[in-house]
């Protein structure tokens, strides 16, 4: 719109917007994001955006992250703060790092934590943390990804933060971050929709997509014809919905992987413990990867606001193929995880539990996904369809709010102006 072009719509299949990053309140008044979501950017584009919609309805925090690792917390990253651990593993951990070789991103991600870690931090943090955010064997993953993702730290830095007793908690992109005021994460999509009224349609759901007619045919029976097509929906899902498409698309599609996500959210009647903001669990002791402190972002995220009277912990369990997880039980056993791990004391009552699950969460970054990639996106770029998003891209290491808003703008520039893209690549 802001390049002068009037002709496009928006279709959603759901009748809200906000996709992966909307927000939902449960019938106890508790909002939940659909897992731990911070606001934090690497693109002018993302800020103009979020300055314009939410202005100073957000809240700037300083993150306070922790890895729960047998009767302790260890400031994030785990790597950067081994003087938290027990002496023995501590220097098991740091005997590793010193004669880990380093890693290179032609490794597995397997061979690439060992090389670049050494066995200690692997086999305490490392293996068993990534295998429950991914639900995937690390051998079936590149390492290519990992950039800024993951701290690769320097023994010597290791090794002075334990001799000299001090943290180093620092690191990553996302150590200071904000949050809507109220609303959740959702409230950002909710506004930036609004102002776009009725050009986004809701509850059209994409059943068919005809490249030689470039023809979109709807669940309701509707079609609607496009000269570009920008796709934000699974792209394997996009792809088994091409009308035309050679088999070797076809193929490379069910190359893709991707795991799930039950978010669990328990909201307890017991005041927010305003220390931590989020924590990782990498061992047995609760099924989820990670809780966030969720009423420590913003008091509105619990009924009234009223934080002298409730909490709120969001929890993120993965599931796949190789983890099974039986969602029947799963609000009990995470219940018991938060209480097990101290992250909640005593025995609050629970005035709330509420699970989604998020069939699609990570795209999992497997050793075949860029060759599989490579054969669909220039497939559909020849037929003008720009997949981009999280799971239209399917690359997780642009996978974020600010990557995605970043990739619809390079799209709508290269559909208008043929500007190329900034950060999508084929
Ligand atoms: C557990 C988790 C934690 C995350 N944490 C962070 C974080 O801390 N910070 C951050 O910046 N990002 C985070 N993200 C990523 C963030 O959610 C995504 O970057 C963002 O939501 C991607 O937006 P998108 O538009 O690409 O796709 P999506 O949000 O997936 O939206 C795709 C849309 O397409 C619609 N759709 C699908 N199929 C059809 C169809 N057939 N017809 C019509 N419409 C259809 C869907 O309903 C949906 O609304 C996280 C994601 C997850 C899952």
């Keep these: 719109m802001k390049l002068g072009h009037e002709n496009w719509k928006v279709f959603e299949r759901s009748d809200r917007p906000g996709g992966l990053a909307a927000s939902v309140v449960d019938p106890a008044g508790f909002t939940w994001d659909h897992g731990g979501h911070v606001v934090f950017s690497h693109y002018g584009e993302f800020d103009k955006l979020l300055e314009e919609v939410m202005g100073d309805d957000v809240y700037a925090h300083e993150r306070s992250s922790y890895i729960r690792f047998r009767d302790r917390w260890v400031p994030y990253p785990f790597q950067n703060n081994l003087r938290y651990l027990p002496p023995e593993q501590a220097y098991e951990c740091l005997l590793g790092l010193i004669e880990a070789p380093g890693g290179d991103t032609n490794m597995d991600f397997a061979q690439w934590m060992e090389a670049t870690f050494g066995g200690g931090i692997t086999h305490h943090f490392m293996r068993p943390y990534n295998f429950k955010v991914w639900a995937t064997p690390p051998e079936r993953m590149s390492s290519q990804w990992i950039g800024e993702r993951v701290s690769v730290i320097d023994y010597r830095r290791a090794l002075r933060s334990f001799v000299f007793q001090e943290d180093d908690v620092a690191w990553g992109p996302n150590n200071l971050f904000v949050f809507p005021a109220a609303g959740g994460t959702g409230e950002i999509y909710r506004r930036v929709a609004m102002r776009l009224g009725e050009r986004v349609e809701y509850e059209r759901s994409v059943v068919r997509v005809d490249t030689e007619t470039k023809t979109l045919h709807f669940a309701d029976g509707s079609d609607e014809s496009y000269d570009h097509l920008l796709s934000t929906m699974p792209l394997d899902v996009l792809v088994r919905l091409l009308v035309h498409c050679p088999d070797h698309v076809r193929a490379a599609a069910e190359d893709l992987e991707h795991n799930g996500v039950y978010m669990v959210g328990i909201g307890y009647e017991t005041p927010l413990k305003d220390d931590k903001s989020w924590m990782y669990f990498p061992e047995d002791s609760a099924p989820f990867y990670r809780a966030t402190n969720f009423a420590k972002y913003s008091a509105a995220n619990v009924p009234d606001a009223d934080t002298a009277t409730y ?51 990570y795209p999992v970054p497997t050793l075949g996904r860029d060759d599989a990639l490579q054969t669909i996106q220039t497939w559909l770029m020849d037929h003008d369809i720009y997949s981009r998003g999280r799971f239209g891209a399917w690359r997780y290491e642009i996978g974020n709010m600010d990557h995605s808003v970043k990739m619809g703008v390079d799209a709508a520039r290269s559909i208008v102006n043929k500007t190329p893209e900034e950060i999508w690549t084929t």
């Design 311 to 361: 909490s709120s912990y969001m929890t993120e369990t993965s599931y796949s193929r190789y983890k099974q997880e039986d969602v029947d039980d799963l609000g009990d056993r995470v219940e018991e995880g938060l209480r097990a791990t101290g992250v909640v004391e005593g025995r609050p009552e629970v005035v709330s539990m509420h699970v989604v699950d998020i069939p699609y969460a």
